[in-house]
């Protein structure tokens, strides 16, 4: 049920990527040389970063090929990127746990939405007697979800609130900005790569937040 492995995006591209990139960026005879850059980590993100990049995602019929991790890796990176929030690692991140959210195993408390947890008294409960990578893996798991909650869902939580008397949204924002900070801090977490993300990603939680909202608002269509 858990992965030790950090969610990430630009590591597992796919072929029909490169296909939809060269698409938009380059003819075909010009395709040798883009994938010399697809194989180049630092110039990748650099294409990825050009706006015809990501008006392409949006308006090019080719788009529907792409994996759910380059669409998101894109739309979540210019979203940072429009909010000044240029570490490509954090919407690497952002982008992956989304991407799992695809399609979850209906009986995986952790990551489904639908039959999840959604209160934060969830987590409370099983972080309470979790230790060592167990705990770890927890604290980045409840960050994550009330990371998609609030980011994706507010109208849920809103809603939530005003029939039940739920905490209001800024609750579950702070508590996942907690959750990122504990798991960064966590001896168990796997590397000073993934505590830097994770306390990146607390520090810049209620920006984290409010550009995911405009995303979900104008880009992408949750039903």
């Not at 507010?154 to 029939?163: A, D, E, Y």
């Amino acid at each position: 049920m858990l992965k030790q492995r950090m969610p990430s995006s630009r590591n597992r591209f796919t072929g029909a990527d490169l296909d939809f990139l060269t698409s938009v960026l380059a003819p075909d005879e010009q395709r040798m040389h883009l994938e010399k850059l697809w194989n180049d980590a630092d110039a990748l993100r650099e294409i990825l970063d050009l706006k015809e990049v990501f008006r392409g995602l949006l308006d090019s019929p080719a788009a529907i090929q792409v994996s759910p991790r380059f669409y998101f890796y894109v739309l979540v990176r210019h979203a940072f990127l429009d909010a000044d929030l240029c570490d490509a690692e954090l919407a690497d991140y952002v982008a992956g746990v989304m991407a799992k959210r695809i399609s979850p195993s209906p009986d995986d408390p952790l990551q489904n939405i639908a039959r999840g947890y959604t209160h934060a008294s969830d987590f409370i409960a099983i972080l309470s007697h979790a230790k060592g990578r167990m705990r770890f893996h927890l604290q980045m798991a409840a960050g994550n979800q009330f990371l998609i909650l609030t980011g994706l869902y507010p109208s849920f939580l809103k809603h939530r609130c005003q029939q039940y008397g739920a905490p209001e949204l800024e609750f579950y924002e702070e508590f996942a900005q907690s959750s990122f900070r504990e798991a960064a801090h966590n001896r168990m977490a796997p590397g000073q790569s993934s505590r830097r993300v994770l306390g990146t990603l607390s520090e810049a939680m209620p920006t984290v937040r409010r550009s995911l909202n405009r995303l979900a608002e104008e880009f992408v269509f949750l039903g």
